[in-house]
């Protein structure tokens, strides 16, 4: 199969964007992923898929821990600087949640400990245990079509 078929195909189904972060030997790191999902309520679980590649991956691996920022809808920006599209001056707004690296300003965020790993394909997904959560009432930016888009909050009836 084409990998642009399958590609367009999975771009037809509407995600947010978040940016993972770990820390390791006191260096914080992101990258910019929308394959997350929630995995199970009891245990609080969710996992992330993270390409062979991703230099995120061998971090994970070796701290064990990761959370999730869902961005808001004006961190466009910050999704294509952990993307590797770095943007010139952007301030990364690093903050902690219960000693998790975090990015402020974000939607919501998810702080875990990985509990276990599996291999499939070119990708690794990580079920991380929610350790902590922290919610703002803001609106979430999205990521459909290949492009990235606003909520438009019209309720359907
Ligand atoms: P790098 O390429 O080293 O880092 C990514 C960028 O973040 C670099 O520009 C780096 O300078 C910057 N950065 C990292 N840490 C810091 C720091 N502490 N301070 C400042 N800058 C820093 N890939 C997946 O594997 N899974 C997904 O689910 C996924 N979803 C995506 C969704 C979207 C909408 C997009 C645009 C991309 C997605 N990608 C996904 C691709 C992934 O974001 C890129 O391949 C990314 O560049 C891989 O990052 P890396 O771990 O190799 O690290
Ligand atoms: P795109 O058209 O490549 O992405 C549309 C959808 O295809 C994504 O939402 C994702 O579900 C899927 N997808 C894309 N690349 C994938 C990959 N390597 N492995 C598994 N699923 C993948 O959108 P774009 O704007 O061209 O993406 C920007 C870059 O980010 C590309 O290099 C793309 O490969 C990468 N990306 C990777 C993933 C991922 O690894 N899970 C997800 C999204 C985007």
Do not use: W
């Amino acid at each position: 199969m084409e990998d642009r078929l399958f590609r367009n195909a999975m771009g037809k189904f509407a995600t947010g964007v978040t940016v993972i972060t770990t820390t390791l030997d006191d260096e914080t790191y992101g990258m910019t992923a929308n394959a997350f999902m929630s995995v199970s309520l009891n245990p609080p679980l969710v996992v992330v898929s993270i390409g062979e590649k991703a230099s995120m991956l061998s971090r994970i691996e070796q701290s064990n821990t990761f959370a999730v920022s869902i961005l808001e809808e004006n961190q466009k920006a910050l999704s294509q600087h952990f993307a590797g599209q770095r943007q010139e001056g952007q301030e990364i707004p690093f903050g902690e949640l219960e000693g998790y690296p975090v990015i402020d300003g974000s939607v919501a965020q998810v702080v875990c400990d990985v509990v276990s790993t599996h291999v499939e394909g070119d990708h690794s997904l990580f079920i991380g245990k929610v350790k902590a959560i922290h919610i703002e009432d803001y609106n979430p930016l999205l990521f459909f079509n290949g492009g990235y888009k606003k909520l438009a909050v019209d309720e359907l009836v």
